[in-house]
């Protein structure tokens, strides 16, 4: 599941789809991905192997946005391979996080998102569509997220307690 943007398809997901395909034929299993937020022009031109499928929705409501990541199987952030977001942090990577769920960022290995996906034991953070594939099946054969000791690390409430520590020392 992918809430938000892909930027008029500035962030491709075709590695996500490619990761997707391996795993389906590795796990024998259908994969859906779920787009929110997004018109199929955003992913128009993609190959959608065999095994998966990509079904674009309307906005939804913030509610909506948030039960849809809570049930998801994998949550997905997407960056671009630009040297911008190679130190942009999304917001979407602190809401994901308190759902407790897998997640996956599309991401430069050397990026700011990488570093908060490894570093909190969130899931994956690659463009590599091996890695990934590698990834999933790990979560079918039972990995679990170190993520939940610390994430309120990552929560908004901590991190501005941060600032007003900083600020009155």
Known sequence: VHTGSLYGGKRDIGPLLLAAGIAAGRLNHQFIVDLYGETSSSISGLPV????????????SLSDSYRKQEEAGFL?????????DRTYLPAKIFEYARTGRPIIGLCGEDSDLQEIISDYDLGVASFAPEVIA????????GWTPGRLARVGELSAEFQFQRIVDAATM
């Open 49 to 60: 192997p065999s095994g998966v499928q990509v079904s674009c929705h309307d906005r939804i």
């Open 76 to 84: 997905l952030v997407a960056m671009s391979k630009d040297s911008f």
């Open 134 to 141: 590698d990834f999933i099946c790990n979560v079918y054969d």
